[in-house]
């Protein structure tokens, strides 16, 4: 089992899997998976190649019906896929979120880590203050 920090897509999907008659097949995974946006259904063979972790088009219906067939957080698949096809990872930086349940999070390479808190939380502040101006 991976960390929240390390895991990939591939990781989720084979997990859930797991080993031969441990977890669902790929074809009962992709019935459970259906984005709830406008209801697409990934193949039970896409989902296996995701898992032997090949190349394929990710899109936001995608990762949402993958979200969905795995019962986990959107954010949590959102973040593994962004991993994996592209390299980066979202942190937390450990600003607090303004009134409108905002999350703040900071988008970098794998093995970067961020920058001083401080320069991070002035950068929010001030993007806020252009945002409320107009």
Do not use: C
């Not at 190649?49 to 949402?64: Q, Y």
């Not at 067939?69 to 979202?90: H, K, S, Y």
């Amino acid at each position: 089992m991976t960390s929240r920090g390390t895991e990939t897509l591939s990781q989720l999907i084979a997990e859930r899997v797991g080993p031969r008659g441990s977890g669902p097949t790929y074809a009962q995974l992709a019935k459970q998976s259906v984005d709830p946006e406008t209801g697409y259904r990934p193949s039970s063979n896409l989902l296996w190649k995701i898992a032997a972790r090949h190349e394929v088009k990710v899109n936001p219906r995608l990762v949402r019906a993958v979200a969905a067939g795995l019962a986990l957080p959107l954010e949590r698949v959102q973040a593994a896929a962004a991993r994996q096809f592209i390299g980066w990872q979202a942190v937390d930086p450990g600003i607090p979120g303004g009134d409108d349940d905002e999350a703040v999070r900071v988008a970098t390479r794998d093995a970067e880590e961020v920058g001083d808190a401080e320069e991070v939380g002035e950068f929010v502040r001030r993007s806020r203050d252009e945002d409320a101006r107009g």
